[in-house]
């Protein structure tokens, strides 16, 4: 007797690896997804009576093409193909399948997959519910809880996605280099952007958006594996998961947040972070830094550091230095001003974010740490204007809070 | 005599596992190796981490070479390992089956007798 779980853990994991050569085969996404489907309730019942297959991956392969060619067939008025618990005893067919599908192709047909969810057309609310539909094979009602809409809606805005990348515009041919490069940085990029859906939500939010961090995780380790010595998918799992470490310790029982040097650091999960700084390890022998590999390892920095006090600084601002010279933007910038705040005082970290203020007028978190460092070298009144700014900007109740705090300390003094 | 009882598995099924279901896993396994423990015959047990997180080191004289993970396209890969004191392969066949009982599916594992243990010690 098998177990229905590892067989449930089976299909998960088969699942972009099936769906994309499916993808190849028949052209078709709906065709593809029916096609495992079918290969699915399939494997329910034969491996529950038979045990595992040699190799599972390939199992549904071969018997999800053969039900699909079997429909075509139908359709075609033609004699079917034998029933499917013939051609599943057909020991030496799957193993020639399993072969077919190692190598090149099968790591294209996945990495195709991942990157016609990114299509351009598509606005991120659609890219990742698609991505988690038909790559993660979440159902339609957890990812519409996930997102925290109605079913129907979510069924509406995966239709809509799936109609809007035609079967016209799926780039079915072989990549080849400088292309295959292009595809696995918007897949990245896409795999980031799951993750920070997740990561951003309010506490009260996390139970239900808790799945798109731990989505994101499985498919940068899907990408990770399919692609082991490209840095930047090293940078950019360790980043994921060194992020992820810290989930239990960002948000205080009454949900407001608990800024990163006051978390408590035993709360932080040290398997994640050992895999996270493992990856940058390794990442960071390549040579070939990117903006992947220095957040992540700005975010080993903190994970290195017992205690917040011990934090390297330093390092930090030296890295958001690279970071700002590889993809300038305020943002990094403002996030550096935070080093260069703790390694040459909030004076000169004003000084580098004050000829912000006109790109980042719109951002919360400006006038949050510019508070913060007006606070500090005690412009009062001026920190007491930025604080009032920033509650007007919060994108959360949970942010305005915690700004609060800081207006009722200015008010104490 | 010692025993090394190796464990393979497809790394893509485990890392599918919820983190439900990757408890009740372990707590299953744990129940196994508390009895062991009692019975004096469990020596360490590791989990690894991913292959994606290991790096080979290949001895090529003075210049060794150095690559990202176990490059081997195989299904099933080596995710950890117990040591295990038994008078008989038999007894070490019976754990690696109660073991296969709390983690059923899919994966293996290698009865290896052990040449030469040293327990060691990390700091605390």
């Not at chain 1, 590889?326 to 004076?347: D, F, H, Q, Y």
Request: with cysteine; aromatic share 6%; glycine share 6%.
């Amino acid at each position: 007797m098998t177990d229905a779980r590892w067989i449930d853990a089976a299909l998960i994991a088969a699942r972009p690896q099936a769906v994309g050569a499916l993808l190849r085969y028949f052209r078709n996404l709906d065709v593809a997804e029916e096609a495992f489907q079918e290969a699915c309730v399939k494997a329910l019942k034969n491996w529950t009576k038979n045990g595992p297959p040699r190799d599972p991956t390939a199992w549904l392969i071969f018997v999800g093409r053969n039900s699909a060619i079997d429909v075509v067939r139908r359709q075609a008025k033609q004699q079917p193909l034998p029933p499917e618990e013939v051609l599943s005893d057909l020991e030496d067919n799957e193993t020639t399948i399993a072969e077919n599908i190692d190598g090149a192709d099968y790591r294209d047909d996945i990495l195709r997959l991942l990157f016609i969810c990114c299509h351009p057309d598509l606005p991120a609310t659609q890219q990742i519910p698609l991505a988690l539909r038909i790559v993660s094979g979440l159902s339609v009602k957890q990812i519409a809880k996930a997102f925290l809409v109605g079913e129907s809606a979510m069924e509406q805005r995966i239709t809509r996605a799936k109609s809007r990348i035609g079967a016209g515009e799926i780039p079915f041919e072989t990549p080849d280099p400088i292309e295959r490069a292009e595809r696995l940085a918007a897949v990245a990029a896409m795999i980031y952007l799951i993750f920070n859906e997740g990561y951003s939500a309010a506490a009260s939010e996390q139970k239900a958006r808790i799945p798109l961090c731990d989505e994101a995780i499985r498919l940068v380790r899907l990408l990770l594996r399919m692609y082991p010595t490209e840095p930047e998918i090293m940078g950019l799992a360790a980043l994921l998961l060194l992020q992820n470490a810290r989930s239990a310790a960002r948000f205080d029982t009454n949900g407001e947040v608990i800024l990163l040097e006051e978390q408590d650091r035993k709360l932080w999960n040290r398997e994640m972070i050992n895999e996270g700084l493992a990856l940058i390890d390794k990442a960071m022998r390549h040579r070939q830094p990117g903006p992947y590999q220095i957040q992540s390892a700005i975010a080993a920095l903190h994970a290195r550091a017992p205690t917040a006090e011990e934090t390297d600084w330093n390092e930090i601002d030296v890295l958001y230095g690279a970071l700002e010279r590889m993809m300038p933007s305020p943002v990094i910038t403002l996030n550096r001003a935070v080093a260069v705040a703790k390694v040459r005082g909030p004076a000169a970290a004003l000084t580098l974010i004050e000829p912000l203020e006109e790109r980042l007028s719109g951002y919360f978190h400006y006038f949050g740490v510019k508070g913060g460092l007006l606070m500090k070298i005690g412009r009062n009144g001026e920190a007491r204007e930025a604080f009032n700014r920033a509650i007007a900007l919060a994108n959360t109740a949970a942010e305005a809070a915690h700004i609060r705090t800081h207006l009722d300390s200015l008010s104490k003094k | 005599m010692l025993y090394a009882i190796l464990c393979y598995n497809s790394e893509d099924i485990v890392g599918a596992w919820s983190k439900d279901e990757d408890d009740a896993v372990m707590a299953r396994l744990a129940i196994v190796q508390e009895r062991l423990t009692r019975e004096g015959k469990l020596g360490p047990v590791a989990r690894l981490l991913p292959t994606t997180a290991a790096t080979t080191l290949r001895k090529s004289g003075n210049d060794p070479v150095i690559i990202d993970g176990p490059f081997a396209e195989t299904k099933e890969q080596f995710l950890g390992f117990y040591v295990v004191d038994c008078a008989s392969l038999d007894e070490a066949l019976d754990i690696a089956k109660e073991l296969s009982i709390a983690n059923p599916g899919t994966g293996s594992y290698e009865i290896r007798p052990i040449s030469i243990f040293r327990p060691g010690q990390t700091k605390p």
